[in-house]
């Protein structure tokens, strides 16, 4: 009996180490597109406008967009929240779905009051969200930052 009581201290420092151990090696493994997408908002930060030619033109960030942020959550449900400097006086935040389709190459959403449409993922990580999309002849790539 005297000796499993010494050992005892030794067994529960063994059984800690490795507990804490196990739960760091989780903490270490590489986030998944829907929960890197999901874990906070988007704020644009640049805009690139591609001309049907290839010719590239860096454009600014609106003012009027600058405040606005995107949220994709967990349920499926995207928000728009479109901040204090409205592009047109009639600006509203909307919401509506998203879906990460083609091996997380392709955002499909539908947006309330403008419909579905699809945006090319070209880069997802913890530090960027990379998209691209057509409109009116251009290829439109924007790149949003997380907000923490």
């Known amino acids: ?16 180490f490795f507990g ?18 999901t874990q906070h908002k988007w704020k644009v930060v640049a805009t690139k406008w591609i001309a049907e ?32 400097n409205l592009c047109y006086d009639e600006e509203i935040s909307r919401s509506g779905t998203w879906e990460l389709k083609n091996y997380s190459k392709v955002l ?12 090319q993922v070209k880069e997802l990580s913890e530090t960027a969200l990379k998209i691209q999309y057509e409109a009116a002849g251009n290829t439109i790539e924007e790149t949003y930052a997380p907000v923490k």
């Open 53 to 84: 030619d290839g010719t590239e033109r860096d454009a600014d960030v609106a003012e009027c967009r600058a405040d606005d942020l995107r949220e994709y959550e967990t349920t499926g449900k995207y928000n728009l929240h479109v901040g204090g």
């Open 20 to 37: 804490i151990q196990g739960c760091k090696k989780d903490e270490n493994k590489p986030k998944g597109d829907y929960t890197l997408l």
């Open 1 to 16: 009996m005297k000796a499993i009581r010494s050992l005892l201290p030794g067994v529960i420092a063994i059984i800690v």
């Open 108 to 119: 499909h959403m539908y947006v309330e009051g403008v419909g579905y449409y699809d945006e």
